[in-house]
C-alpha cells in the first residue's frame, strides 16, 4: 500500500554534511507517521528520528540532537533527513520507514549506505 525509497548516502568526510530523502507512493494518505532508522554493521538497528506527518512534530534519539533535522515535504510526499557535524560513528545503513497508526512502523524502505571516514 506504501512504498518507501530512500536516496542521498554515500562518503563524507568527518564533520561534512548530507541530506537523505525518502519519498513515499501508493496509499500515502495513510501515512500517521515517518522515522529515520540506522543499523551499524555487527549492531542492532537503531532509532534516529521521528516526524508526526499529521503535524510535523519531530523527536530525535540523544546522539543525534543538534546535528540532525529530519523535515517534510507533504505536496511531494516526501521525508528528509538533513545530517550535519557528522562523525565516523554515523556510519551506517540508514531506513526509511512509515506507520499508519502508533503500533508502530510497517512500511520501510530498502535503505542507503551512510559512510564517514577520511
Known amino acids: 500500500q506504501v512504498q518507501l525509497i530512500e536516496s542521498g548516502g554515500g562518503l563524507v568526510q568527518p564533520g561534512g554534511s548530507l541530506r537523505l530523502s525518502c519519498a513515499a507512493s501508493g496509499r500515502t494518505f495513510s501515512i500517521y507517521a515517518m522515522a529515520w532508522f540506522h543499523q551499524a554493521p555487527g549492531k542492532e538497528r537503531e532509532f534516529v528520528a521521528r516526524?508526526?506527518?499529521?503535524?510535523?512534530?519531530?523527536y530525535y534519539a540523544d546522539s543525534v540532537k543538534g546535528r540532525f533535522t529530519i523535515s517534510r515535504d507533504s505536496a511531494k510526499n516526501t521525508m528528509y533527513l538533513q545530517m550535519s557535524s557528522l562523525k565516523p560513528e554515523d556510519t551506517a545503513v540508514y531506513y526509511c520507514?512509515?506507520?499508519?497508526?502508533?503500533?508502530?512502523?510497517?512500511?520501510w524502505g530498502q535503505g542507503t549506505q551512510v559512510t564517514v571516514s577520511s
Open positions: 516526524l508526526q506527518w499529521t503535524d510535523g512534530d519531530t
Open positions: 520507514a512509515g506507520g499508519i497508526d502508533g503500533s508502530g512502523y510497517r512500511y
